[in-house]
C-alpha cells in the first residue's frame, strides 16, 4: 500500500510539472501573438514621417520643397507627392499651391503677354501642365504683388493685383479665383495687372512677360489697400496712381502728362488706397500739392 502511495505521488508530481509547462508555453504564445499585433499601429503612426522623409533636399538657390501650406513636394523620380502638415496629415493634391511654386518645380509652363494696356485686364496667362505633375489635378493661386518683368527696352514692367478669370471668348473670361488644371492641354486665363514704371510705354500687344518674385512690401501693400476700398474697385486710375507713387514717387502734373490727370474724386480714392494699407500717404509726392 506504502509502494502504490509512493507511485501515485510521483505520477501526480509529473503531471502537476507537465500542466505548468503548458501553461508557461501558452502564456508566451499569447505574448507573442499580442505583440505581432501591434506592429501594424506603429507602422500607421510612422507613415508621415516616411513621406516627408521621400521629399527631394532643394539644391542652393532653389526653392524649399516644401516652404508653403498644401504644396506639392518633388520627389526624387520626379513626381509629385502630398506635403503633410505639421500635424501630419496629409494634404489633398486639389489644395491650391502659389503659381510660381509650380513654375519653379516644372510641374507648369507659362507664358505671360500683354495686351498692350496698363492697368486692369492687360496680361494673358496660357498655362498648360506638364508630365511633372504625374498626371495629377492641380490647382493654383495667383499670389498678390506677383511682379512681371519686361525684357523690352523703353517699356514697363507690370505688377499683378489678382487673377480675374478663364478666357470663355475674344473678349469674355468666367471669372474664378483659382486656376484649374485637370488635362494636359494649353489654357488661358486673365490677369489683373497694373505698370510699375511711369516714365516708361505700355507693354506691346503680344508682348512677352518673363515672372519674377514679389514685388516690394511697399507696393503689395497699396494692391491689398486697393482691394479694400470700394471706391478702389471702380477706378483704374486710382489704383494705378496709387501704384507710381510708390514706385516712382509720380506727382500729379507728371500723371497728368502722360494722360493719367486724377478727379478730386479719383485722388480721394488714391489716398483711401494708401490708407488702407498702413502707408503714410503724405510722405508721396502725389498727395503734395501739385
Same mark, same amino acid.
Request: proline share 5%; charged share 20%.
Given at each position: 500500500?506504502?509502494?502504490?502511495?509512493?507511485?501515485?505521488?510521483?505520477?501526480?508530481?509529473?503531471?502537476?510539472? /507537465?500542466?505548468?509547462?503548458? =501553461?508557461?508555453?501558452?502564456?508566451? !504564445?499569447? *505574448? $507573442? #501573438?499580442?505583440?505581432?499585433?501591434?506592429? %501594424?499601429? /506603429?507602422?500607421?503612426?510612422? =507613415?508621415?514621417?516616411?513621406?516627408? !522623409?521621400? *521629399? $527631394? #533636399?532643394?539644391?542652393?538657390?532653389?526653392? %524649399?520643397?516644401?516652404?508653403?501650406?498644401?504644396?506639392?513636394?518633388?520627389?526624387?523620380?520626379?513626381? $509629385?507627392?502630398?506635403?503633410?502638415?505639421?500635424?501630419?496629415?496629409?494634404?489633398?493634391?486639389?489644395?491650391?499651391?502659389?503659381?510660381?511654386?509650380?513654375?519653379?518645380?516644372?510641374?507648369?509652363?507659362?507664358?505671360?503677354?500683354?495686351?498692350?494696356?496698363?492697368?486692369?485686364?492687360?496680361?494673358?496667362?496660357?498655362?498648360?501642365?506638364?508630365?511633372?505633375?504625374?498626371?495629377?489635378?492641380?490647382?493654383?493661386?495667383?499670389?498678390?504683388?506677383?511682379?512681371?518683368?519686361?525684357?523690352?527696352?523703353?517699356?514697363?514692367?507690370?505688377?499683378?493685383?489678382?487673377?480675374?478669370?478663364?478666357?470663355?471668348?475674344?473678349?469674355?473670361?468666367?471669372?474664378?479665383?483659382?486656376?484649374?488644371?485637370?488635362?494636359?492641354?494649353?489654357?488661358?486665363?486673365?490677369?489683373?495687372?497694373?505698370?510699375?514704371?511711369?516714365?516708361?510705354?505700355?507693354?506691346?500687344?503680344?508682348?512677352?512677360?518673363?515672372?519674377?518674385?514679389?514685388?516690394?512690401?511697399?507696393?503689395?501693400?497699396?494692391?491689398?489697400?486697393?482691394?479694400?476700398?470700394?471706391?478702389?474697385?471702380?477706378?483704374?486710375?486710382?489704383?494705378?496712381?496709387?501704384?507710381?507713387?510708390?514706385?516712382?514717387?509720380?506727382?500729379?502734373?507728371?500723371?497728368?502728362?502722360?494722360?493719367?490727370?486724377?478727379?478730386?474724386?479719383?485722388?480721394?480714392?488714391?489716398?483711401?488706397?494708401?490708407?488702407?494699407?498702413?502707408?503714410?500717404?503724405?510722405?508721396?509726392?502725389?498727395?503734395?500739392?501739385?
Amino acid at each position: 500500500m506504502a509502494r502504490r502511495s509512493s507511485r501515485f505521488l510521483s505520477r501526480e508530481r509529473w503531471l502537476s510539472g /507537465a500542466r505548468r509547462w503548458i =501553461a508557461a508555453v501558452s502564456f508566451g !504564445a499569447i *505574448v $507573442v #501573438a499580442f505583440a505581432l499585433a501591434l506592429v %501594424p499601429a /506603429a507602422s500607421t503612426r510612422g =507613415a508621415p514621417d516616411r513621406l516627408e !522623409a521621400r *521629399v $527631394v #533636399a532643394p539644391t542652393r538657390g532653389a526653392l %524649399p520643397p516644401c516652404d508653403d501650406v498644401g504644396v506639392l513636394c518633388t520627389l526624387a523620380n520626379g513626381s $509629385v507627392e502630398n506635403a503633410v502638415s505639421a500635424d501630419g496629415a496629409a494634404r489633398t493634391e486639389l489644395d491650391p499651391i502659389p503659381l510660381l511654386q509650380a513654375i519653379a518645380r516644372e510641374l507648369v509652363r507659362a507664358r505671360f503677354v500683354g495686351t498692350g494696356g496698363a492697368s486692369g485686364a492687360v496680361v494673358r496667362l496660357h498655362i498648360q501642365r506638364t508630365a511633372k505633375a504625374g498626371g495629377r489635378p492641380l490647382r493654383l493661386r495667383v499670389p498678390l504683388g506677383t511682379s512681371l518683368n519686361n525684357a523690352a527696352a523703353g517699356q514697363q514692367d507690370m505688377v499683378v493685383l489678382r487673377l480675374l478669370g478663364k478666357v470663355a471668348g475674344p473678349n469674355s473670361y468666367a471669372p474664378t479665383d483659382l486656376i484649374e488644371l485637370l488635362d494636359n492641354r494649353l489654357h488661358e486665363y486673365v490677369l489683373e495687372a497694373f505698370c510699375a514704371e511711369a516714365h516708361k510705354q505700355n507693354p506691346a500687344a503680344g508682348g512677352s512677360l518673363s515672372v519674377g518674385p514679389l514685388s516690394s512690401s511697399e507696393l503689395r501693400a497699396v494692391l491689398q489697400g486697393s482691394r479694400l476700398v470700394p471706391a478702389a474697385q471702380k477706378s483704374l486710375k486710382a489704383i494705378q496712381a496709387a501704384v507710381w507713387a510708390v514706385t516712382d514717387d509720380i506727382s500729379r502734373s507728371e500723371l497728368a502728362a502722360i494722360g493719367y490727370a486724377l478727379t478730386p474724386s479719383e485722388l480721394r480714392t488714391a489716398r483711401a488706397i494708401m490708407t488702407a494699407g498702413h502707408l503714410d500717404w503724405q510722405h508721396y509726392r502725389l498727395f503734395q500739392g501739385r
